[in-house]
């Protein structure tokens, strides 16, 4: 079994992972104890492999897809979950373009190149519930123009995509990457947040701000 448990602050908040694709890419899958439907969070390059972990962890329904960014590691099982359980697909209004290019969701890096639509569209600071999880979208450009993070305040959690990871932070050399916005995005949007937030970054492991405040060499 590849799924790794994480358990954020709340006691009946689950968050468990699948490393997915050549780039280790984490996919997440989160929901509440007790609770009959998930969300998944950036499905990987694997839609049936992320169906049959829906399945094994023993909910028959998926309330979401949530994508942090466009790109093609992130986004490529998205479609073929999207078809196998009838959930719709969720990123922020300003991923459009980088969604529907295959040149600039770098999707022929991982295979098939690909093109497509959200069915609906995220704009800054909008909130909502998915599986129980009250959510708040933080726009975070910088890796991508519209690459964004969910947070669920309540539970101390942080979804991040490629803006930060542990001691380091998002590449911003491919289209609409700038270094300048993704250190302004870190600095507001995630650094303001409480030390014990926990963050779930799209690849490698769980870190927290306040680890990352203090070690990050990539913060001084």
């Not at 499905?43 to 972990?53: A, F, K, M, S």
């Not at 600039?104 to 093109?115: D, E, H």
């Not at 609409?176 to 995005?185: A, N, P």
Request: include cysteine; aromatic fraction near 10%; glycine fraction near 12%.
């Amino acid at each position: 079994m590849i799924l790794k448990g994480l358990q954020a602050d709340m006691v009946d908040l689950k968050v468990k992972r699948r490393v997915l694709s050549a780039c280790q890419t984490n996919c997440y899958y989160v929901y509440r104890e007790g609770a009959d439907e998930i969300a998944v969070i950036d499905p990987g390059d694997n839609g049936e492999i992320v169906y049959e972990d829906v399945k094994s962890l023993g909910f028959e329904k998926i309330a979401g897809i949530l994508l942090t960014h466009g790109h093609g590691d992130h986004t490529g099982g998205a479609l073929k979950l999207k078809e196998l359980s009838g959930a719709k697909i969720y990123a922020h209004e300003d991923e459009a373009e980088i969604l529907k290019d295959p040149e600039k969701n770098l999707s022929g890096w991982f295979g098939k190149a690909y093109g497509f639509e959200a069915d609906e569209y995220f704009h800054d600071k909008q909130t909502f519930s998915m599986a129980g999880v009250d959510f708040e979208v933080l726009h975070t450009p910088g890796h991508t123009k519209g690459g964004c993070c969910f947070y669920a305040a309540e539970d101390k959690t942080l979804f991040c995509g490629d803006t930060i990871f542990n001691c380091s932070v998002g590449r911003t050399d491919f289209y609409s990457g700038s270094m300048r916005q993704l250190g302004d995005s870190i600095r507001e949007r995630i650094m303001t947040l409480p030390d014990e937030v926990k963050l779930y970054s799209g690849h490698g492991d769980a870190t927290t701000v306040g680890y990352e405040r203090k070690y990050n060499p990539c913060l001084a």
